[in-house]
């Protein structure tokens, strides 16, 4: 039974003699002309590969033109290869005449199109080159076995050229079915670069990455290549917790206030080499020491080769610097806000209090690795697909209790929160059901915004300073979903700090 | 003098009822302003008090005949990038991006490839592969 490729393939011959031979071949088998079209194929006045038995050449499915009436011009009905560096040898294909009505004449040419650099409005396409034509006998709708020998003068050429099939006729609506063209050479287009040409010469690529040095964020690091940061680059989003778990608190959601940035660094192969987490200190109205870790849901702990930067303080951390005792892998950022930011003496923590000082706000970065230097974790590799924002699930451990943490709400708890607390005073999560970290009424310890923040001022209700906070709530988040934004109406700045 | 004193006060302590009584009487021409606090405040259950939202962005490769390696990169309208890989044109890909719950287009770029992505359901998906109108010529 005859194989058919699925689209175009490249056979290598002679291997033994280190010599490669290669061919495109066309014979419909994917069954979806869209796909050759992506691969930079081009079709004119065709229709959709036709799998109709009465009209297959072989295999499943066949070329087929539209109607042939009134084709007099090689332009009017073609098949053009992509770009490619001509072999030698013979152009081969089938074709024959479908059904219709009585045609005039139908006939193929076979041409060359030269690249020519300085035409790009033609897609540097240069002047057509017809050496080949065959008329049909219009009578007879036999299958003509073509073969076509390749000019001397592109055979084997460094230059580049496209092959173009067409198809001519008058008179009738016949149409001319084709298949299992094979075109000596070797493919040079580039899908993703409008079908242009490859470059005839391997980009630089300095550190040996397989990312030319053009795309790499780092040309002269083998490791690294790549950035993706959420919320954006040199943009952070806010954190801003109570502390009073499992009781309701004064809702001013400024008992600890963190900014975030991460950074997802990935290598040449897609994979996740480290996380750069950057966490902006800017405030903690409270009594309480508030640590902050993340958890990456549904991320075994062996994933992660070590940990730079942190402050876990008395919290117990693995050999690889994520926390001991969890399921997923846990980064302890701090344990204790107040450790990096002292109180400047003033009210009851750091900038919550107009009367108090402002402390300047302190960055703090963590870095999470995950391939270091090139060697995988004992937990295998993640992709950025796998490793992404919405598996970052930041919380606050209050008052250095390893057990009461607070997390946005219905966001998973960690192996190590106490979950005798749950469903307790105010607190009605349900692990059974997956409720976490809300009242009765569903409101929050914690709220997250996907950029910068202005929390109230010290035991002033966040919807007091942010006017339509509770209409946001009320409504499930359609209306005023841009409450914390600055706008007119939106904000009692004396209630703001 | 002593009782023009007492009269002034009287006569303020009287306005002052007065302006108080009125002020407690409500305006038949305007809503009195009703807003519920927070702490009073029902929320929905379904409600994940977030200003963003997750993204399931759905990516279709196109069979290449070698392979065809670049920069993909997914940002939000204004440029910010989110994600940002090496990317075989052939793999197909989900993925998951948190974008700003108001946000409802993504941009992606691949090659010469710029295309935007319209956010419905929270799902935006692109093909490599074109979409190809019979007849006009492809």
Redesign the interface.
């Known amino acids: 039974m005859r194989m058919k490729h699925?689209?175009?393939?490249?056979i290598l011959l002679g291997l033994s003699s280190g010599v490669f031979a290669q061919q495109?071949t066309l014979n419909a088998e994917?069954g979806?002309?869209?796909?050759e079209?992506?691969?930079c194929w081009?079709?004119?006045?065709?229709?959709?590969y036709t799998s109709s038995g009465s009209e297959v050449i072989s295999g499943s499915y066949s070329l087929k033109t539209?109607m042939i009436s009134n084709s007099s011009s090689i332009n009017d009905t073609y098949i053009k290869t992509?770009w490619m560096k001509v072999g030698s040898g013979n152009i081969t294909f089938k074709a024959r005449l479908g059904s219709g009505t009585d045609p005039i004449s139908r006939g193929v040419r076979v041409s060359y199109i030269p690249y020519n650099a300085s035409s790009p409005g033609t897609s540097f396409e240069g002047t057509l080159v017809t050496f080949y034509s065959y008329d049909f006998v219009v009578t007879n709708n036999s299958v003509v076995n073509f073969i076509v020998p390749i000019p001397a003068a592109i055979a084997n050429s460094t230059s580049l050229y496209k092959i173009m099939v067409s198809y001519l006729g008058q008179g009738g609506n016949g149409r001319v079915l084709s298949d299992d063209y094979i075109f000596p050479g070797t493919?040079w287009s580039?899908?993703?670069?409008?079908c242009n040409p490859?470059p005839l010469n391997v980009p630089t690529d300095t550190d040996g990455d397989?990312?030319p040095d053009t795309?790499d964020e780092y040309p002269n690091d083998p490791y690294r290549?790549?950035?993706?940061?959420?919320?954006?680059?040199s943009?952070f989003?806010s954190l801003a917790f109570e502390d009073n778990w499992p009781a309701?608190g004064d809702?001013d959601f400024n008992d600890l206030v963190v900014g975030y940035n991460f950074n997802t660094v990935?290598n040449?192969?897609?994979n996740v080499v480290e996380l750069i987490s950057t966490f902006m200190l800017r405030a903690s109205g409270a009594i309480y020491n508030n640590g902050m870790a993340y958890q990456l849901d549904g991320i075994a702990p062996n994933k992660v080769s070590k940990v730079a930067g942190n402050t876990p303080g008395s919290f117990t951390m693995a050999s690889n610097g994520a926390e001991s005792g969890q399921t997923y892998a846990n980064i302890v950022v701090f344990d204790n806000f107040f450790n990096l930011m002292s109180k400047p003496g003033v009210g009851i923590g750091i900038n919550t209090e107009r009367l108090a000082p402002y402390i300047m706000p302190q960055s703090k970065q963590v870095v999470t690795t995950f391939i270091n230097n090139g060697v995988n974790p004992a937990g295998g590799t993640l992709t950025?697909?796998e490793l992404?924002?919405?598996l970052f699930n930041m919380y606050m451990i209050i008052n250095r209790e390893r057990g009461k943490e607070v997390h946005?709400?219905?966001r998973y708890p960690s192996s190590l929160a106490s979950t005798g607390l749950f469903g307790t005073k105010d607190d009605t999560s349900n692990p059974a059901t997956g409720r976490y970290y809300k009242t009765s009424?569903?409101?929050?310890w914690a709220?997250?915004?996907?950029?910068g923040f202005d929390y109230p001022i010290e035991k002033v209700?966040?919807?007091l300073g942010h006017l339509h906070?509770?209409e946001w709530?009320?409504s499930?988040?359609v209306q005023f979903?841009?409450w914390?934004m600055n706008l007119p109406g939106y904000r009692d700045a004396s209630k703001i700090y | 003098m002593k009782t023009k004193n007492i009269v002034l006060i009287i006569l303020i302590s009287t306005l002052g009822l007065l302006s108080c009584i009125k002020q407690n009487l409500p305006d038949p021409g305007t809503t009195p302003e009703d807003k519920t606090k927070l702490a009073d405040a029902k929320v929905p259950d379904s409600f994940n008090w977030s200003t963003s939202k997750n993204v399931e962005v759905s990516i279709t490769g196109l069979p290449t005949v070698v392979p065809i390696k670049n920069t993909l990169t997914i940002t939000l309208p204004d440029g910010s990038k989110l994600y940002n890989a090496y990317h075989d044109m052939s793999v197909n890909l989900k993925l998951t991006l948190v974008v700003p719950a108001t946000v409802t287009q993504l941009k992606l770029k691949f090659g010469t490839y710029d295309e935007t992505l319209n956010i419905a359901n929270n799902k935006a998906a692109f093909s490599f592969i074109p979409v190809v109108t019979y007849g006009d010529g492809m």
């Open positions: 699925i689209y175009l393939t490249i495109l994917s979806n002309s869209a796909i079209i992506g691969n081009r079709f004119l006045d065709y229709e959709q539209q992509p493919y580039n899908p993703a670069n409008s490859l397989g990312v795309q290549s790549h950035n993706s940061y959420y919320p954006g680059l943009q989003g309701k809702y990935t040449g192969s897609g950025l697909a992404n924002p919405a946005l709400p219905n009424n569903n409101l929050p709220v997250d915004i996907i950029q209700s966040i919807d906070f509770t709530a009320v499930g988040g979903p841009d914390f």
